[in-house]
């Protein structure tokens, strides 16, 4: 299905040629842009809200500034898909986020026009800062540096951290908050509240329209400077509102609110800011899901709703004739609230990901013990912390890619401490058209290797339940974390009774001839389903369910390297450092010989795609499993410790 971009939009392959239009032309422009949006994305899938939500920001930034020679950074790349529209990626829009495709985010590699990667928030203005710090350095002070930051990316600690040090840099960087009071989810803290009072604020609004108007008509030569001219509007301001002072006391000169959907507004008031040097904020208000209403009435839903009806917003769902498994995510928020009605110390966190994580279902039925903290994942973690040295048994979800974040808190305020904080960390392994900056691909190496901690995995959604069981009982005293995958388990009946699962032991699913298979979490499901294909073909392997990569089943694995002579590691988390380098750490430790297969995330990064693409592309799948056991069957692998 073609689907064909509007009159003027359609002769839009670059920035140079909107800048070719009258300014009259731009609300056409908008429109046009907002209707490819809405198009495409109910074709083919994607972020939706965001991006609707700056149009207008989109197109007027392109028209006023020079880029890609003036350097536009986004924060988050969720809201870029304008932007990618308007600078030659027109025609390719509807491969987004398909393998081989579009990036759904900015990206370096894909257009002079992304200056910075973008998959995770909140580093829009450290780079953007960089990048004007480089710029003053080579002596280019006519280029201008923007960065465009949502007011819940606003609430991570690097984004204060950022705007300390703009504020002393002495360096263009222009910082435009698009406030809209959300992310995925509704914005929570104090930083919302800060800024509801601002842009509500009758007589503050009304008196900075004055003094904008006014400056505009004052003089400004050898007797009028600009420096008094910001000294006027400065007081001016101070004299009735306290609004601006959080981003003026870090010297960034504070403009707005301005509605950010009035494209005449944001023309003229960015060409005035290109000419004022030095760090400075625009506050622009918007709606996310503009002009679509059913994505300005729940914004959440339509963060990224999948395929639906353009016409009546009917969100396409896939039928099947048979119960479905659940996400593993509801599993999880399902099971805590279980487990809190049993437990009066268990507690929940996440960090800006209530709906993506489930724990909103618990912040809905036990309000008083469920928090959402915003995008503040190293605060999460030790706030966790803190909640435990007081007895409390703390859940805190955060996605595997965003637990990165955090390392250091993990290290230094719960391991160390030996607190039992107990970490859920969603999305690990690949999580398909996000892509690499999103993929969970790193935590089994990154957590196995922490003192004290425990790290496990389970390979359906029962064995979640009872290590969430058992990571809240009083005979766990250490950090646990419990690492599972997006998307849908195997089992349609999950709702189990809770058992207990003595840490660090695994179990044996079958026992076999010659070759074993040792898997660690999910893709233990990959090794049953190959097991299952090749069993017509008279091969045998044994399957071993690990559940711990920390502390690892040792009298299971001295079991399986005294009996079995060809040994297959499955996980669906790197190969460098991961389960398969736990085996072979205990191997050389004990010194047994063995060919081991180690099959996992290469040693690359992997693109966009679905799953099921992913998976095969890697050679992590049934079938890859399945031909692996066929060679190890019928040859004696001369090389050991091969990797995948």
Known sequence: MEIKAGKLLSKIDNPHDLKQLQKEELHQVCDELRQYIIDVVSVHG???????????????????????????????????????????????????????????????????????????????????????????????????????????????????????????????????????????????????????????????????????????????????????????????????????????????????????HNINKLVDTLTDLRDIPGPKILHIKTVKGKGYALAEKDQTKWHAPGLFDKITGEIVKKKFDIPQPSKYQDVFGHTIIELAEMNASIIGITPAMPSGSSLKYMMEKMPHRAFDVGICEQHAVTLSAGLATQGMRVFCNIYSSFMQRAYDMVIHD?????????????????????????????????????????????????????????????????????????????????????????????????????????????????????????KAEGINPAHYDLRFVKPIDEDLLHEVFNKYSKVITIEDGTVVGGFGSAILEFMNEHGYKADVKIMGIPDRLVEHGTPKQLYEEIGLDTNAIASVLRELSKTTVSVSNLFQ
């Open 46 to 260: 994607g972020h939706f809200a965001a991006s609707l939500g700056v149009v207008e920001l989109s197109v007027a930034l392109h028209y006023v500034f020079n880029t890609p020679y003036d350097q536009l950074v986004w924060d988050v790349g969720h809201q870029a898909y304008g932007h990618k529209i308007l600078t030659g990626r027109r025609d390719t829009f509807p491969t987004n986020r398909k393998y081989h495709g579009l990036s759904g985010f900015p990206n370096r590699s894909e257009s002079e026009y992304d200056t910075f990667g973008v998959g995770h928030s909140s580093t829009s203005i450290s780079a953007a800062l960089g990048m004007a710090m480089a710029s003053f350095y080579k002596g280019e002070k006519d280029r201008q540096h923007i960065a465009v930051i949502g007011d819940g990316a606003m609430t991570a600690g690097l984004s204060f951290e950022a705007m300390n040090h703009a504020g002393t840099a002495n360096s263009n960087v222009l910082i435009i908050l698009n406030d809209n009071c959300m992310s995925i989810d509704p914005n929570v803290g104090a930083l919302k509240e800060y800024l509801t009072d601002i842009t509500t604020s009758h007589t503050y609004n009304e008196l900075r329209d004055n003094v904008w108007k006014a400056l505009g008509k004052l003089p400004v030569g050898k007797n009028f400077s600009r420096d008094m001219a910001s000294k006027l509007e400065a007081s001016l301001k101070g004299m009735v509102s306290k609004s601006s002072n959080l981003f003026e006391a870090l010297k960034l000169r504070y403009f707005g609110p301005i509605d950010g």
């Open 414 to 534: 719960v391991a160390i401490q030996k607190l039992p904080v107990v970490f859920c960390l969603d999305r690990a392994g690949l999580v398909g058209e996000d892509g690499p900056t999103h993929h969970g691909c790193y935590d089994i190496a990154y957590m196995r290797c922490i003192p004290n901690m425990v790290v496990s995995a389970p390979m359906n959604e029962k064995e979640l339940r009872n290590l969430m069981y058992t990571a809240q009982l009083s005979t766990n005293t250490h950090p646990f974390v419990i690492r599972y995958p997006r998307g849908e388990g195997v089992m349609p009946e999950w709702q189990t009774p809770f058992e207990e699962i003595q840490i660090g032991k695994g179990r044996k699913l079958k026992d076999g001839n010659e070759i074993a298979i040792l898997s660690f979490g999910h893709p233990g499901n990959f090794a049953a389903a190959a097991i299952r294909d090749v």
